[in-house]
């Protein structure tokens, strides 16, 4: 089994119903996108497959052979900062962290698929849980990106 | 203002390489003996040769910005640019107890309180270190060298000689025993917005959590403790596990069997084919009934007085009307984002557990007491906690970790499930008060008698308590007394309940439901005699003006009375030396309240990092609203029945209300700020209710699952 991860194609030897988000964690080290729910309710695990968001932990490798998937070790190249990063550091929103990767995944999705979004359009979309309580500083800082 | 360090302050510089290290612990009463590692690994600053600061880091970060602060402490006084500071989590030693409880903890809402001087003490005497290198290298006076931006100027010939030249030389030198700190005035990075030290990391993915740990050789394992709570382990057959994934292995513990494999994937797939045989043990009919129960049965027993003031028969003479209130809360559980995770290496010089652990010492001892080796042979390694909110308090899953690496003589990296983290916690206890308050003509309270049932957590849970405890829990009643506003009597009693549930301190601890009990209670009262329920606060509040100053400040965030449609609620409540009131306005949908808007105010003593500060406060109040909204554990027939987070909801971007956040500058002592966000969000909120609708809320949730 083949899989498309951040532009590269690697070879896979986890079985075909291994969710990719521990095939991307335990197999292709890529320890960015988090586990915290397993059951696609957290949005801990988000990444970008065909650049729409989509929950890692809820679809099985096999699924997403031949399709991109980009994480959040392959937003950017490396040493390059994505606008929403760079947002998120100017308003400081994160706090113990764990849910940002999913949070700016999903952010960053939503902004391709939607430039301008109003508040409701955040609030419809951005099902990521944070346990730190960030939300006001995610909508501060996504207000901020679209000049509101 | 000079620190003399003599008696009070030890400074230790450990010189002999290129590199200065200073270390500096305040002398407090005397505390258990700590196996103490080499003195270099004590350092609280170093400067190496080529200028590279790093502090040691004593506290835990798990989003409270504790790093940060850290190096903004060291940076005011050694004068260097904080973005040009690492951080690296400090081991287990002295010097890095928490002065406040002997061992090395992140815990009470303290490390800033703790360490304020500690590391403004070490950061000056490095500069002063420095300095003294430069005016020798120079051969001038002291007094001609000015520190800034990690190097050093002479002001006479304005050469200049970056820190790291100088480190070699200054680590030669005799520390100081006197160290001049800034004046507040004079700050530059503290009282400031600071940016987060490990912010790009956490952006980028590459911030390393417990969860996110690598070890040469490691397996990967997950764990699944005795459905029952209090249950055993009596046997395991692991040839249902093998057939499903050949490499698995299967290791039984007391009251739990854990599962290693290559990949937590097939180690969860392996654990889900084990049949396990339990001891259900001895709750095996418990039930959230029965706990219920058992904190009546505790408010009907005598208890132990916690405060009393006040004359009763004066009370009694002014008493027109007497009202009686019983409110009550669940178990609940911590739920941070990472679950609960720990790494363990067992080699021939030692043990390496790596964990977003708060309580190293007490990890590297029980590790050691369970291995039987000594704790010195113990290294914690303490990683970036994702959440924690006092889960990682506990240690038990870390010596579970330890005996598991060791069973199957590998490095062992175990991950709790979701499903396992949440009914596995050691929960934040449930609570019941029953309150008597009696007004006086005017409506005014002017008696508060309130019983308090809450188990006491320095004891066993099932153990039996007693009746009156011999001693108050402090963590039980805090918050609940001292009793801020002016009364005639006010008495509170404290009540021990047997829950035989394991429970451990929850963001906010006590204060998370006594805040509520009183506060609501409040308005109840105020609203029971037509009287508005802050200016009557105020009213009751003469004798405490930062308690008033806070409450108006809050209020001033409302320049506009309500739309029609829309009511508010306030709360005011004092923890961790911090005091915090907090508003929410609604609308009601039925029978769900909409939250529009919450505002806050602290009074912190001084916000280190005002930015800091405010985070804390909007992650408290949703931390908060998601307990009083949603949380409840709950059990029956011993087993607890949320599995995840659609049973167990947190509040979601869509229900945040827009929160501000002022914060009232004071000249009172620093205050903790990571904990105090949270108590008056859920009695502001309940007060609101009560505002659209008449009803009190006697239980919480708010949403409750049974009815
Ligand atoms: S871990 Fe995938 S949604 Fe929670
Ligand atoms: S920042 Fe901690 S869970 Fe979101």
Redesign the interface.
């Known amino acids: 089994m083949q899989l498309s991860v951040n532009g590269a194609l690697h070879e896979i030897k986890?079985?075909a119903d291994?969710?990719l988000l521990?095939v991307l964690?335990?197999?292709l080290?890529?320890?960015?996108?988090?586990?915290?729910?397993?059951?696609g309710?957290?949005g801990?695990c988000t990444v970008h497959l065909e650049g729409s968001a989509i929950p890692a932990c809820t679809v099985a490798a096999a699924d997403v052979q031949g399709l991109a998937i980009v994480?959040?070790?392959g937003l950017v190249p490396a040493g390059q900062?994505h606008p929403v990063?760079q947002a998120?550091?100017d308003a400081?929103v994160?706090?113990?962290?764990?849910?940002?990767?999913g949070m700016?995944m999903a952010v960053a999705a939503l902004l391709r698929a939607n430039p301008n979004p109003t508040d409701a359009d955040?609030?419809?979309n951005?099902?990521?849980?944070?346990?730190?309580?960030?939300?006001?500083?995610?909508?501060r800082a996504l207000r901020t990106m679209v000049g509101r | 203002m000079t620190r003399p360090i003599g008696r009070r302050a030890m400074l230790r510089a450990i010189g002999g390489g290129a590199c200065l290290t200073v270390a500096c612990s305040l002398a407090w009463p005397p505390r258990k003996a700590s196996a103490a590692p080499g003195d270099r690994l004590n350092a609280m600053i170093s400067v190496a040769g080529d200028g590279t600061v790093t502090v040691s880091a004593p506290p835990t970060e798990?989003?409270?910005?504790v790093h940060t602060l850290l190096v903004g402490l060291v940076a005011e006084e050694l004068e260097i640019d904080p973005a040009d500071a690492r951080v690296q989590a400090a081991p287990v030693a002295p010097a890095f107890e928490n002065r406040y409880y002997g061992t090395m903890v992140t815990g009470g809402s303290t490390s800033a309180i703790a360490w304020f001087e500690p590391f403004r003490i070490a950061g000056a005497a490095a500069r002063h270190m420095l300095v003294a290198a430069a005016a020798e290298r120079w051969g001038i006076d002291p007094t001609g060298c000015e520190a800034a931006a990690g190097r050093i100027r002479n002001r006479t010939s304005g050469d200049i000689l970056p820190y790291g030249v100088l480190a070699a030389a200054a680590s030669r030198l005799q520390p100081p025993t006197e160290v001049g700190l800034k004046p507040r005035s004079a700050w530059r990075v503290l009282g400031r917005?600071m940016?987060?030290h490990?912010?790009?990391q956490?952006?980028?993915?590459?911030?390393?959590?417990g969860?996110?740990l690598?070890v040469p050789g490691m397996l990967?394992g997950t764990i699944r403790h005795s459905p029952v709570i209090g249950g055993n382990l009596r046997s395991v057959d692991p040839g249902p596990a093998v057939r499903r994934v050949p490499s698995a292995q299967v290791v039984p513990l007391e009251d739990a069997v854990a599962v290693l494999a290559?990949?937590?994937?097939?180690a969860s797939r392996a654990l889900e084919a084990l049949q396990p045989d339990w001891d259900p043990g001895p709750n095996a009919g418990l039930d959230s009934a029965a706990i219920g129960a058992s904190l009546d049965a505790a408010l009907g027993r005598r208890g132990a007085l916690v405060a009393e003031h006040g004359d009763a028969a004066q009370a009694d003479a002014e008493i027109l009307k007497r009202l009686d209130l019983r409110f009550e809360v669940p178990l609940l559980a911590h739920?941070?984002?990472?679950?609960l995770s720990a790494t363990v290496s067992i080699g021939p010089d030692g043990v390496d557990a790596w964990a977003p652990t708060q309580s190293q010492t007490a990890a590297r001892d029980a590790i050691a007491a369970r291995l039987g080796v000594p704790p010195a042979a113990v290294r914690i390694h303490t990683t970036?906690?994702?959440?924690?909110?006092g889960r990682n308090l506990q240690v038990a899953h870390m010596v579970e970790t330890a005996l598991t690496a060791r069973a199957a003589g590998r490095p062992v990296k175990l991950?709790w499930?979701?499903e396992e983290d949440l009914r596995h916690d050691f929960y934040r206890p449930p609570a019941a008060t029953a309150i008597t308050i009696g007004l006086d003509r005017d409506g005014r309270p002017v008696s508060w008698q309130q019983r308090l049932a809450v188990p006491d957590l320095r004891r066993a849970p099932a153990e039996i308590p007693a009746d009156p405890p011999a001693s108050v829990d402090p963590t039980a009643v805090e918050g609940a007394a001292p009793f801020p506003y002016d009364v005639s009597h006010h008495r509170l009693t404290w009540h021990d309940a047997g829950i035989p549930v394991p429970m451990g301190w929850w963001r906010s601890v006590g204060h998370s439901y006594n805040a509520w009990f009183v506060e609501h209670a409040f308005d109840i009262a105020a609203r029971a005699s037509g009287r508005d329920p802050v200016a009557l606060r105020l009213a009751m509040l003469a004798n405490r003006p930062r308690h008033a100053a806070v409450l108006r400040a809050d209020r001033d965030l409302w320049p506009q009375p309500p739309a029609a449609g829309r009511f508010r609620g306030t709360a005011l409540h004092a923890s961790f030396g911090s005091i915090v009131a907090q508003s929410v306005e609604i609308s009601m949908q039925g029978d769900r309240p909409v939250l529009h808007r919450a505002t806050c105010a602290i009074d912190c003593g001084m916000a280190l990092d005002p930015?800091a500060t405010r985070?804390q406060m909007?992650?408290?109040?949703?931390?908060g609203l998601s307990a009083a909204l949603y949380g409840e554990i709950t059990v029956r027939n011993g087993r607890v029945q949320q599995q995840?987070?659609?049973q167990y909801r947190?509040?979601?971007?869509?229900d945040?209300p827009?929160?501000d956040v002022t914060i009232v500058d004071s000249d009172a002592d620093l205050g903790g700020v990571g904990e105090a966000g949270v108590p008056p969000i859920a009695p502001a909120l309940c007060n609101a209710i009560l505002a659209a609708t008449g009803r009190p809320t006697f239980r919480l949730p708010i949403h409750r699952r049974n009815g």
């Open positions: 986890s079985s291994t969710p521990w964690r335990d197999e080290g890529l320890t960015g996108t988090k586990y915290g729910c397993g059951k309710i957290c801990a994480t959040i070790e900062i990063q998120w550091l400081g994160s706090q113990c962290g764990y849910c940002q990767p700016i955040l609030a419809n951005i099902g990521v849980q944070c346990r730190c309580g960030t939300y006001p500083r995610v909508i | 798990m989003g409270q910005g917005p940016r987060r490990e912010g790009p956490k952006l980028a993915g590459s911030a390393v959590f969860i996110d690598q990967v290559p990949s937590f994937w097939e739920a941070p984002l990472e679950p970036l906690a994702g959440g924690s909110f991950i499930s979701r930015d985070a909007e992650g408290g109040m949703i931390f995840n987070f659609d947190l509040l979601s971007l869509r945040t827009e929160i």
